[in-house]
C-alpha cells in the first residue's frame, strides 16, 4: 500500500479555519454564559418562568442565526480553501452551520421540545461526526490533527447524546422514586455538557488549526492540502 | 456399637437442650415493644426491619368494624381485598386491632347507605361523616366524646397536623366538646390565582399585572392585538364558564379584586355577612359586562361547561382565567401541548385600588372520623389516627411508604385507599415548594425529600436543558410559581370562610334556591341586563331566606369563636 504523503488541512493559509473554529467557540461561550446567567437569575426567582423562557428564546433564535451564518460562511470559505477529504468533511461541517439555525427554533419541528430539542443536538452533531471522522481517516492529514479529530468524534457525540439520554431516564421516573437521587447527578453533568455543544469542538478546529499550521512552518517543502 | 450409641445419647442430649430452650423462650414473653419496633408475626411480615412508631399494641386485641366508601380506582393486588390488605394487618399487628368493614359501597352511595345502616341499628364502630352528619349523629347522642381520648393519646404530630388547619378542630367541636377527627387537607389550595399566557404578554410588550385596571388593559389586548399572530380576531381576554365559581375560569378571583368575595361568609361591622349580596359584587359585575360586551368574554359562555372552556384554552383561543394553583396540571397543560411556547404564568390577585386584594378559600375539611357511642375502645381512632401521621405523613422512608402507600413501580394499587383514617397536611405543599425553591436558588438539592428531589430535576431540565414541558413544574411549585403565591394567602392577603359549619336548618332548605337566582342574575348581567338586577337580586335573597340564614350564621358563629 502506497503511503500518502501528509499536507497542512489548508491550501494558502489557516485564517478562514481559525475564524470557523474562533466563532464557534465565542458562539459556544456565549451561549453557555446566556444560559447560565439567565438560568441564575430564574432559578433564584428574580425572572419569571415565563419570562426567561422568552429571554432565552429571543437570544437562541438570534445568536444562532447570527453564528449558523457566519459558520455557514466559513466552512463554505474553508471548503473552498482545501481540498480532497478535508474539504468534503468542510461540506458536512457546512450541514451542521445550517442545522445550528435551527437551535431556539424547536417549534418547527412537531414533537415535542424534550424530543426536539435533542434532535436539533444531533441533527448538529452528526455532520460534524462526520468531519471529524473524515478528518481522522485521512491518510494526507497531519497526525496530530487527526488525532484530535479523532478525540473530536466522541466529544461531539456525547455532548449530544448524554443529555438526551440523561432527560429520558428522568422522564421515566415517576414522582417519589428514589432513583432520582442516582439520576438527578447525572442531569447535573449533563447540564454542563450541553454548555459545551459548540465550546468543544470550536476549541478542536483551533487546535486542529494550530497543528495544520506547525505541520506547515516545520515542513515548508511540502505542498499545502 | 458402642460408638454408635453413645452418638445417639449425644443427639438425644442435644434435642434435650433445645426443647429446653425453646420452652424457656416461649415463657418468657410480655416484654414491652421498643418504641421502634421489628413487628411481631413471621420473618416475611412486611413490618419487618421498618422503622415505625408505635404503642403497645392492645393485648388481647380488640375488634373494630367500620365501613368505607370506594371507587373504580380502588384496586388490590393478588390475595388482597378490602377486609385482607396492608392496613388491616397493619392495625392488627401493631395496634393489636382487629379491623374489618361491615359494608363497603360506592362513594356515591355513601351518606344514603350510612343513613339506612344507622337507622337500622347497625352502626359502625368507627365511621367517616360530613360536617351535617356529624352535628345529626351527635345530636342524636349516637358518638362518643372524644376530647378526652384526644388530650390523653394524640401524638405531637397527629396534634400539629389538626391544628395547621385554624378550623380543622374547631369543625368537629359541638358545644366545647370534641366529637369527631377532621380529614385534613389544604384549605389554601383552592384560593384563587390569576394565570395569564406569559408568551402573549411578552409579545405584546405588557408588563406584569399590577392592579385589577390592568387585568382589563391585558384582556383588551389579548382580545383586539391578535396575541396568537394568526392574523384572524379569535381570541378572547378571560376564559370563563356557565358554572361561574368553579377551580378553573371561576370568577371567584375576578369579584376578590374588587374586595368582593361571592359564596363565602365573612366578617363586616362585627356580623358575619354573606359574600354574594354585598355591594362590592356591582362593580365586579359591571366590569364582567364591560368585557363581555366588548367581545372579551366567549359570547357562548353561558351555556358553555367546563369542558368546552377546556377547550378553548387548548386551542389557545384564551389568554387568561382565574383559577386555582394546580391549573396548569390541567387544563393549562393542554394549551402548552399544542403549542410549545405557551406559558402561563401565576399571579397574586390585583386589586382596584391601593387595599390589597385578598384570595378567599373555605375550609377543606369536608370529613370526620367518629366513634360510636358506647364503643369501648374509642381511644384506638386516635391510635390509628397517630399511626398514620406518626410513620406515613411524617416519614420520609422509602420502605415505610412503599409498604403503606403505594409501590411506585405499580401506581394504579394506591394502598392508602383501603383505610378511612387519611389526613394530609395542610401546609406539607406550601412548606414543600419553599425548601424546593430555597435549593433551587441554591443550585443545591441535597435535604429535599425524594419527590421534591424529583420537582427540582424537573424543574432544572426547563431551566438548563430547555425542555418547555417542564413548565408546568415551573408555573406551580418553580420560583414565583403559583405556590408561592399561596404564602401570601395564608398570611394577609387570603380570607378563609368564616363559616365552617354544618349547614344551618334554613340554609339547607333554602341556599340551594338562592345559589341558582344568583348565578342565573350574574349571567344575565354579563351579557347585557341592566345591573338593577343585582339589586332586586339582593333584595330577593334576604326576603326568601337570607335573613334568616344570615340570623342563624351569625347566632352559629357566636357558638364557634
Redesign the interface.
Known sequence: MQKKSKVPLMRSNHLPLILLGAVMTVYGLAAALA?TV??NQ????MI???????R??AFDQTASLVAGILLLALFIWCAVASKGIVRVGFCFGAMAALMTMLVGR??MLPV???F??PVIAILVALPLTILFILWACGRRVPRGCRWVAFISIFIVLAAAIF?TYV?LM?SK??????A??T??KL?DV??NV?KLRYLLPGLSFLLIAYLSMRFARKNPAMPEG | MKTQSGEKLQFKLILLLLASIMILTSCGGGKKPAPTVAPSGSETSPFTGLNLSVPDPYNPPIEMTSVIAVNATVKFTEGNDINNNIWTRAYRDLLGINFTYKWVVDGSMYDQKLGLSINSGDIPDMFAVNGSQLKLYQESGLLTDLTSVYDAEASPNTRDILTQDPVALRAATIDGKLWGIPLTDASVATASVLWVR??W??KLGIE?PASMADVLDISRRFTEEDPDGNGVKDTFGMCMDKDLFGAIGGLQGFFNGYHAYPGIWFERDGKIVYGSVQPEIRDGLLALQKMYASGQIDPEFGVKDVNAMTESIAQGKCGMEFGVWWNPYHPLNLSQ?N???A???AFPIPSVDSAPAKSQYSTAIGSFLVVRNGYEHPEALIRMVNFWTDNIVRSQE?AV?TVFLGD?KN?DVVLYKYTPVVLWEPNASIDGSRKL?EA??K?D?TGLN??M?????????????????A?VE??TN????AV?ILEGVLGDYGLLNRFYGPPTPTMAEKLPTLQTMESEMITKVIMGDSIDLFDQFVNDWYELGGTKIVEEVNQWAEANP
Open positions: 444560559a439567565l438560568s430564574a432559578m433564584r426567582g419569571a418562568g415565563g419570562v426567561y423562557k422568552a432565552q428564546t424547536n417549534e415535542p421540545s424534550a426536539s430539542g443529555p432527560i428522568v421516573i415517576p414522582p417519589g422514586d428514589p432520582i437521587l439520576v438527578g442531569v449533563s447540564t450541553i | 406569559q408568551d404578554m411578552t406584569a401541548a403549542n410549545q411556547d406559558y402561563w404564568q422509602d411508604r411506585i401506581p425553591r433551587l436558588a443550585h438539592p425524594n419527590e428531589a424529583w420537582r427540582y430535576r424537573i424543574i432544572q431540565a426547563y431551566f438548563e436543558q430547555g425542555i418547555k414541558e413548565w415551573v408555573a418553580g420560583p414565583n410559581g408561592s
